[in-house]
């Protein structure tokens, strides 16, 4: 392309998160250039910047930072992700550096990136050869997530491809951007420093350890042996983290070096972070750049590239962006720590004019290559490959026509043993580290009572199971349910949460009234009789409500039950105040935030009002149900359930992810409730299409439920499934068939043809 070319935008928006200035490091420089060069070359396109902020509350951010990611607040990041998911961005655009990001090796960026559906490119600018095993995790989690990747090296391509087995279509190599600028004598610009008639030779950036200044400074004596008036510039203040560490010590021991070397008045430390065009300045006053890195795994070297753009001869070891920089002849190469060999280059240099010259014109050439508006160009080209891709386990929409599956034991079972129903799974192998919890074992009981075709045997022996898993939870000394239970059967607390204390009374009440066999009804209310009364000093809504199903099931099978009527009169009025307290114009609910198990709250008090006669229950159930199902609905119609990034937010909208089984499930049983007390077919296709959220009809068009074995992933994630099979998304989608097969005899739902699901 012609230089100064019309490149038409192929983006309009982006998220662009990396360090800052005037945060004071490399890659704040690199990102910040990255940034103008990109607005200077496509003024159209909106970028908004996230800044990695290191001490949050110190850096005065320029106004083109839309905002700041506290480095090792995980929360920060998640909150980061919903604002961008919801800013309009079409890409994020990552610089990623294994030490600006929090977490273990930096996780906590893939926590961010996995909670949005945009696609990424990410510009590398480390890239190890021998990545520890929580570097090799977060590259690799890196590397799935983007769509592109971006490195400034060839040798990094070659890196990723041995090391990480990164597909090399993947991998795009643009060289780091460099300004634009005459090519100009030194002498016009030594004056400004006080460098005239000296030979300057240069070094610049932070000072730390790991830049090889020593290697120069040793170098010195037999420089200066030669050329007297020679001075080395160590540009640059001290790294940050260095100082914070050690203060300027470091500093400290070069200078006494000088001292001991008999070159203190030849080399001059110059200790200030310097804006680019004062940089610049300097790179022009300078005879001979040197880059003595000691080690070769530098990828990228931005000072090498200015100094390239610049013009400059440069003497370097050969790390990996000098061996390719500075290849065919556009600079000088010698081993690591040869202090030797730089002498005798910087004397070969020093003693030729005309040698100086050829290098400075050749490199000069090479950074007409690198300059940031070709960068800009180039980067854009990759952005308008990528838009609209979407993370690679996402798939893209279809439309379908579904069919409920029915209800299926073996997951559940494949879960199970002799003690109950454990927790969690990785991926369908159930984990026994986690133990076994009383929420399952209670909604895993319920099922017993609901679930067919199931022989007599299997029936008696699985509900007698769950049952003893309750009877074995409650603690009579503490008058409370425990909840978690290790796999040695021991106990983990003497009393669960108020939530889970409310699932056991639902569980007894709806055994009270469904179980197959009297001797599980009876058990069952001897139980709940005992129990039932602790609901009384339930404070949270949802324990509440799980209580108040229970009530209603319990006077289902025993009229005038009167615990149960108490505590469908008492939790009923107080989920009318805690609506009145909470509602506004625009928010329909009985909290301030939305959580988990949302729908069970118009469930419970369309089921006490059917049960009581309390036509304000049922209207506050219906007015309260028909709220949160529209939140619950996406733009394209959808289910979407309520993710649990949403829970705690205030008065906000639901965010996308991450959707779990259990609010499906939540939903499908209250458009029931709604159903039962209305007749209204309204419900039941609610019921349906909640249902449906399981089969594919999602926002990923990604099926949770598998056919073959009744099992159930654990969620929806903007990089799509969550693979794990854990007991509560096994049991949601088990009693969500039950729920939709009864109310599909009842309702008379026609659907298509069954897509068989994975």
């Known amino acids: 392309m012609t230089r100064g070319a019309a490149l038409p935008a192929q983006i309009e928006h982006l998220a662009l998160i990396g360090n800052f200035l005037p945060r004071k490091c490399g890659l704040a420089t690199f990102t910040t250039h990255t940034f103008n060069a990109f607005k200077a070359r496509f003024p159209d396109t909106q970028v908004d910047v996230y800044a990695m902020d290191d001490r949050p509350g110190s850096y005065d951010y320029p106004a083109e ?225 040197a880059t003595p890195y000691p080690g070769a795994a530098q990828i990228t070297s931005g000072t090498l590239s200015y100094a390239v753009a610049m013009g400059k001869p ?24 040869d202090s030797d060999a730089f002498a005798r280059h910087i004397n070969g240099l020093l003693n030729s004019d005309e040698r100086r010259g050829q290098l400075a014109a050749k490199a000069y050439a090479r950074g007409r290559t690198m300059l940031w508006e070709r960068t800009a160009e180039a980067a854009m080209a990759q952005f308008g490959a990528i838009r609209g891709a979407r993370p690679r386990s996402i798939a893209p929409d279809r439309p379908q026509a579904l069919e409920p599956l029915q209800p299926d034991f073996r997951a559940v079972e494949r879960m199970s043993d002799a003690t109950g129903m454990l927790q969690h799974s990785i991926y369908a192998v159930p984990d026994r580290r986690h133990g076994y919890c009383i929420d399952d074992n209670a909604r895993a009981l319920i099922l017993m009572h609901r679930i067919d075709p199931l022989s007599d045997d299997e029936r008696d022996k699985w509900t007698s199971i769950y049952a003893a898993f309750v009877q074995f939870a409650w603690n009579p000394d503490e008058r409370r349910f425990r909840n978690f239970m290790r796999f040695d059967r021991s106990w983990c607390e003497d009393v669960g949460s108020e939530d889970s204390n409310g699932r056991a009374l639902w569980a007894l009440g709806v055994t009270a009234s469904e179980a197959r066999e009297r001797k599980y009804r009876d058990w069952a209310r001897v139980l709940f009789d005992e129990t039932a009364a602790i609901s009384f000093e339930f404070g949270s809504p949802r324990a509440m409500g799980f209580a108040m199903l229970g009530a209603a099931a319990m006077l289902e099978a025993h009229p005038g039950h009167a615990v149960s009527l108490q505590i469908l009169e008492r939790f009923g009025d107080e989920l009318l105040s805690l609506l009145e307290e909470a509602r506004r114009p625009e928010w329909e609910w009985f909290e301030i935030v939305l959580a988990y198990d949302n729908a069970r709250l118009p ?154 699901v994975a």
């Open 314 to 337: 440069v003497i370097s070891t050969p790390y990996v962006h000098a061996t390719e920089i500075l290849a065919d002849g556009h600079g000088v190469l010698v081993d690591f720590g």
């Open 65 to 289: 930072v839309t905002g700041t990611i506290p480095q090792h607040e995980r929360a920060a990041y998640l909150d980061a992700a919903r604002t961008i998911e919801a800013s309009g961005a079409q890409a994020i655009w990552v610089q990623h550096e294994y030490g600006i990001y929090g977490g273990a090796a930096g996780e906590h960026l893939i926590a961010l990136l996995d909670r949005t559906t945009l696609p990424v490119i990410a510009t590398l600018h480390t890239i190890l050869e021998n990545p520890s095993a929580d570097e090799r995790r977060v590259m690799e989690a890196l590397l799935r997530r983007a769509s592109r990747v971006i490195v400034m090296a060839q040798k990094g391509r070659q890196i990723l491809r041995r090391v990480h087995g990164v597909d090399d279509r993947k991998v795009v190599m643009i060289p780091h951007g460099v300004p634009d600028r005459a090519l100009a004598q030194t002498e016009a610009f030594k004056p400004r420093f006080g460098w005239q008639g000296r030979d300057v030779v240069l070094t610049f950036g932070l000072l730390a350890p790991s830049k090889g200044i020593e290697t120069v400074i040793r170098a010195m004596p037999a420089v200066v042996e030669r050329h007297p008036n020679a001075l080395y510039v160590v540009l640059g203040a001290s790294h940050p983290n260095l100082v914070a560490h050690e203060g300027e010590a470091y500093r400290e021991r070069l200078q006494a070096l000088t001292a001991e070397l008999g070159v203190a008045d030849n080399v001059q430390f110059i200790d200030g972070f310097v804006e680019q065009d004062e940089l610049l300045d300097y790179l022009q006053a300078a005879d001979i750049y």
């Open 603 to 756: 469930e419970a008090l369309l089921r006490a009002g059917r049960a009581l006669g309390r036509r304000d229950f049922i209207e506050c159930g219906l007015k309260t149900l028909d709220w949160i199902v529209a939140q619950q609905t996406s733009p394209e119609g959808k289910f979407r359930a309520v993710g649990s990034e949403s829970f705690g937010r205030e008065y906000a909208a639901p965010m996308q992810f991450d959707q779990q089984p259990l609010e499906a499930q939540a939903t499908v049983d209250a458009c029931v409730a709604a159903y039962d007390v209305t007749a209204d077919e309204r419900w039941a296709l609610e019921a349906e299409r909640a249902y449906r959220w399981y089969l594919g009809q999602n926002d990923l068009s990604l099926p949770l439920a598998s056919a073959q074995d009744g099992g159930c992933f654990d969620g929806l994630t903007p990089a799509g499934l969550n693979r794990n099979q854990g007991a509560e998304s096994i049991l949601a989608l088990q009693l969500a068939n039950c729920a939709i097969s009864a109310l599909s005899k009842r309702a008379q739902i026609v659907a298509g043809p069954k897509q068989a």
